[in-house]
């Protein structure tokens, strides 16, 4: 069975440009999370799609969005980009279902914002 | 809310000691607990996990206890290995909230040859 995968591995932007993450699923899981983990603050939930709505939600700005299509893959995506934005961003997939909680990383995406 | 609060490192052994990480949590509902570690460069790997009171999760040597009276689940492995220096985390899911998932601060740990 396929891993977690995420694209692109390694992305540098400026400030003030947009950004867009991919992840894709393990087959037949159709719960993505996303997580933002930097040295200062360690891992920090951003989002969590199941079955293409919106479920959970962390503390982040309206700038962070993100979605998912029917395939689950989903995508992040990081508007205005600040210098603090740079972090190791990591997906993370599930059943999404109660009894089987279990989450399950991807490699996560290096994001550099100059 | 629901927490984990894991021991600060870092944690500096040599190779064949034993290693305890200590991690307690808060919860309303009724979590599961997990371990994970991180390699350097890489995503985070389940380690091993428990989804109730005195259950023992176990993997690569490495175990963990669910302790509710304490509202612990500490790791522990009885000889480390060069090849185990990682960032272990603490987590927890809550399935009364949807498996929000919460993760402790991470602790590094570093084994000397």
């Known amino acids: 069975k396929a891993g977690v995968t995420q694209t692109p591995r390694y992305l540098i932007k400026t400030r003030g440009q947009q950004v867009t993450l991919s992840c894709s699923p393990i087959?037949?899981?159709?719960?993505v999370s996303w997580y933002q983990q930097t040295p200062g603050q360690g891992l920090q939930f951003l989002f969590e799609?199941?079955?293409?709505?919106?479920?959970n939600k962390g503390n982040f700005p309206g700038r962070f969005s993100g979605r998912q299509f029917s395939n689950s893959r989903s995508e992040m995506n990081v508007s205005t980009l600040e210098l603090g934005d740079s972090a190791l961003y990591l997906c993370?997939?599930?059943?999404?279902?109660?009894?089987?909680?279990?989450?399950?990383f991807g490699p996560g995406t290096r994001l550099t914002v100059l | 809310g629901d927490s984990v609060t894991q021991m600060e490192g870092p944690v500096t052994l040599s190779e064949e000691a034993f290693l305890t990480i200590n991690c307690t949590y808060t919860?309303?509902?009724?979590?599961?607990l997990f371990w994970y570690v991180q390699y350097p460069g890489e995503g985070l790997q389940l380690l091993l996990k428990?989804?109730?009171?005195?259950d023992k999760g176990s993997n690569k040597g490495f175990e963990a206890t669910y302790r509710k009276e304490t509202t612990s689940f500490h790791l522990e492995k009885g000889s480390v290995q060069v090849s185990d220096s990682a960032v272990y985390f603490c987590?927890?899911?809550?399935?009364?909230?949807?498996?929000?998932?919460?993760f402790g601060a991470g602790t590094r740990l570093t084994v000397k040859p």
């Open positions: 799609y199941f079955s293409e709505t919106q479920r």
């Open positions: 428990a989804t109730k009171a005195d």
């Open positions: 087959s037949g899981h159709r719960s």
């Open positions: 919860a309303t509902g009724y979590p599961s």
């Open positions: 987590a927890l899911s809550d399935r009364g909230n949807n498996n929000d998932m919460r």
């Open positions: 993370a997939s599930s059943t999404g279902l109660e009894f089987s909680p279990e989450q399950f």
